[in-house]
């Protein structure tokens, strides 16, 4: 398990980064409870190609657990040049307008976003599991919102941080209303 406070003083939060389950010899089933996931403000399930599971298993603990949860598809900039690439085709030798690979990349963007929102979607209705937003997010795009930049090719990244953000002060008010009127008892 790895620790990364916050890059923006304006936020004192703290991510973890908990090692996949398929990195691990834990069964998907034992592995919320393994990595103690049930400890933290909310939980973030990160995945690159495929939905598993695994990831299954996280969300319906967090459900149990009453947890918040973030599913977040990582490496768009990747996926999206990939796509772009199959589009273009063979025939393409980079002579390309400037206007045509900025109507390639948006073709292909568009494509990413709407086969992973669908692709998510039909996972959780094949595991009786509500609907739920997935965030699409790219490395260095996050990384530069995290650092207050605007970034151009932006997805999702603001409005997961903003949301995280928001899901992180609310549960702490919300535990510290608690803990006041428990003092008070006493």
Known sequence: MARYASPNAEYPYVWYDIPGAGTLKIPDWQY???QGLYV??????LFDNRFTMTDIAIL??????????????????QHILNIMENNMGDDSDGDESEDQRKKFYQDARQQFIQETRQSVKDNLESANMPDQRVYIVSYRTMLGVMKERRPDKVIDEIEL?????????TRRARRDAEVATIMKQK
């Open 40 to 45: 933290f403000d909310c939980i973030i399930v």
């Open 60 to 77: 319906t603990n967090c459900r149990r657990f009453k947890i918040p949860t973030y599913i977040v598809r990582s490496k768009a900039d």
């Open 32 to 34: 919320f409870n393994a």
């Open 161 to 169: 941080l903003n949301d995280l953000v928001g899901e992180a002060q």
